[in-house]
T-cell receptor, first 116, second 112 residues
Framework: DAGVIQSPRHEVTEMGQEVTLRCKPI?????LFWYRQTMMRGLELLIY????????DSGMPEDRFSAKMPNASFSTLKIQPSEPRDSAVYFC??????????????FGPGTRLTVT | AQSVTQLGSHVSVSEGALVLLRCNYS??????LFWYVQYPNQGLQLLLK??????LVKGINGFEAEFKKSETSFHLTKPSAHMSDAAEYFC??????????FGQGTTLQVKP
């Protein structure tokens, strides 16, 4: 399996621009997670989906952030408008309830976002 | 509710010395516990996991962790540190929601 795929790997944008991050989970996984990692706040869970349905979005920092999962093989995280404080590494992870013993998550390589 | 506390944000050891990274958890249900490692500029990868089968869990790269219910701990150890072990390590707990709760991470420095 190719693992979790994220694109782009690096994104540099100007304040006020719209940013879209993309994720393809491992085939057959029914959970998908979006995390943000910064030096100040560590690793934060933003939102997660089960069977394409958002289950918990309490970690989404504000209305500028939105996430969608139109099908089982694709998800987006959008920031509009972007601000310098959104600069971070954004990770996508997936897991499967077929692994009913634990909910081991598989992480993608991350997208490093820089907002200037 | 579940939470994880990693004691020590930075740990420094000499090459060949024992590595001990501490993790304490809180969980209202029987926990599943994980250690993940993150090398510079990479995503997180699983080192090992506890799923109630055995209290001493062996993982990749010579790491192991012991689940101690009485101490609510899941400390990570390696008998002899290698330079390639330098990374950030995260302890995490999950219950039955599908969600992982991560600790703040511990940066391991290995000195030659």
């Amino acid at each position: 399996d190719a693992g979790v795929i994220q694109s782009p790997r690096h994104e540099v944008t100007e304040m006020g621009q719209e940013v879209t991050l993309r994720c393809k989970p491992i085939s057959g996984h029914d959970y998908l997670f979006w995390y943000r990692q910064t030096m100040m706040r560590g690793l934060e869970l933003l939102i997660y989906f089960n069977n394409n349905v958002p289950i918990d979005d309490s970690g989404m920092p504000e209305d500028r952030f939105s996430a969608k999962m139109p099908n089982a093989s694709f998800s987006t995280l959008k920031i509009q408008p972007s601000e310098p404080r959104d600069s971070a590494v954004y990770f996508c992870a997936s897991s499967s309830t077929r692994d009913v013993i634990s909910y081991e998550q598989y992480f993608g390589p991350g997208t490093r976002l820089t907002v200037t | 509710a579940q939470s994880v506390t990693q004691l020590g944000s930075h740990v420094s050891v000499s090459e060949g010395a024992l590595v001990l990274l501490r993790c304490n958890y809180s969980s209202s249900v029987p926990p599943y516990l994980f250690w993940y490692v993150q090398y510079p500029n990479q995503g997180l990868q699983l080192l090992l996991k506890y799923t109630s089968a055995a209290t001493l869990v062996k993982g990749i790269n010579g790491f192991e962790a012991e689940f101690k219910k009485s101490e609510t701990s899941f400390h990570l150890t390696k008998p002899s540190a290698h330079m390639s072990d330098a990374a950030e390590y995260f302890c995490a707990v999950s219950g039955n929601t599908g969600k992982l709760i991560f600790g703040q991470g511990t940066t391991l420095q290995v000195k030659p």
